[in-house]
Structures are given as structure tokens and as C-alpha cells.
């Protein structure tokens, strides 16, 4: 298990919303990059030095500090989408290689490298912004239905990552709630949104409207 890229955003114009640039244009860098806790979302922070999120009322700050994606679900996707998908395509801060990253259990960490520990926190849920840099219609559909979103992760111990470094799952909790279920229960299966709701490791922001959803 391991990073097979880091990669890193470059500002470019978004057509698709209402913030006038995004940061999902990631590409590989070679060089060790730092990582730390960004803080509360806001100001664009994320975990990676270089990096930033335009979106700050809905991306960035401290439990969405990187998100990650297996290179093995890029691979199925080239297929379907009928083009190459290189690292970072998707916009993922870390492509991983031999781990099955929606398998991951919420509040989860993992130890990247000998410094870094990351903490398994929500899915990525798509946006249009997602659907119009991969320029295909009913894209966020498509992503949705399969329920394989990758993790974010907030971060436990800072350090620096690079490329070939290590995975290891340091601490799995005892429930049973993996990503791929935490975002089957956001999307399209909210009967399953009740096993979410006592998470501790899960976002405020995500209980607070789980229980609003749930009315407790």
C-alpha cells in the first residue's frame, strides 16, 4: 500500500459555479510536501502546502484537509470514460495504489510515510464543478450510482509526504461504516443514514443535518 502521486492544484477559471476559479486541476509533484491541520473552513485552507480550495463554503479547512483516490478506480474508470485518466485528474490530493480507499472505515488512520497520520472523515460528494472539468453530462449521476468517492481525511499528526511512500492503517474503530456506505447513505439510500448519526469521527456539520434529516 502506498502513494503512487502527490498532487497538487493550480488555479483555473470555474464556469461551473459560482466561485469564479477552482483548485481541481491537481497535478503530480515530485518534491516532499508538507502537510498540517488547515483550521476551520473558510479561507481556502487545505493540508497540502501549494495547495487550496475556492469553494471555502463547501471544500477546504479541517475535515476535508486532503482527499485521496485509488489509482485501481481510475483505471476502471478510463473505460467508461473513454480517455486517460492521469493522477490527480479527479482532483485528489493523494492517488494511492493497493489499498481500496471506500473500504476505509469512518474515523480510520492511517500513517503515511514516518511522519504524517491521517483520520478517515466523510466521501466526496460530486459537484458540478467535478462535472464540468471532466466535461461529461450526467457525470454526477454517474459517480454517484457507482458509490466509490474516495475519502477526505482530516489530519492527526503533521509531516511531509511524497510519492512512494507508504500506507498503513494504524486504527480501524469497531462499527462497520465504511466510506462507500457513508455515501450510499448521503446520496441515494438515506435508510441507511441512521448507522452515521452517532459517528464521533464524522464532521459536526454532517450530524448536524443527519439529525435534522432524522428529526432527533
Not at 165 to 176: K, L, M, N, Y
Amino acid at each position: 500500500m502506498k502513494l503512487l502521486s502527490v498532487n497538487i492544484g493550480r488555479p483555473v477559471d470555474n464556469p461551473w459555479r459560482t466561485a469564479s476559479m477552482t483548485g481541481i486541476d491537481k497535478r503530480p509533484t515530485g518534491a516532499a510536501v508538507a502537510v498540517t491541520a488547515p483550521g476551520p473552513m473558510g479561507d481556502g485552507s487545505v493540508g497540502l502546502a501549494g495547495d487550496r480550495v475556492y469553494d471555502v463554503d463547501h471544500h477546504g479547512g479541517t475535515d476535508q484537509a486532503v482527499y485521496a483516490y485509488a489509482r485501481e478506480d481510475l483505471d476502471a474508470w478510463q473505460p467508461v470514460l473513454g480517455r486517460d485518466l492521469p493522477n490527480g485528474v479527479f482532483g485528489e490530493n493523494l492517488t494511492t495504489e493497493g489499498i481500496d480507499v471506500n473500504e476505509a472505515l469512518i474515523g480510520e488512520r492511517w500513517r503515511i510515510g514516518e511522519q504524517v497520520v491521517l483520520e478517515v472523515t466523510r466521501p466526496r460528494i460530486p459537484c458540478s464543478t467535478f462535472q464540468g472539468w471532466l466535461d461529461r453530462q450526467g457525470w454526477m449521476k454517474e459517480f454517484t450510482k457507482t458509490a466509490l468517492p474516495g475519502p477526505y481525511f482530516r489530519v492527526i499528526e503533521p509531516g511531509s509526504v511524497r510519492a512512494g511512500d507508504g500506507i498503513e492503517v494504524i486504527a480501524r474503530p469497531e462499527h462497520d461504516v465504511t466510506i462507500s456506505v457513508a455515501f450510499r447513505a448521503m446520496t441515494l439510500e438515506p435508510a441507511l443514514l441512521p448507522r452515521l448519526a452517532d459517528l464521533e469521527a464524522l464532521p459536526e456539520a454532517d450530524r448536524a443535518k443527519i439529525r435534522r434529516r432524522l428529526k432527533v
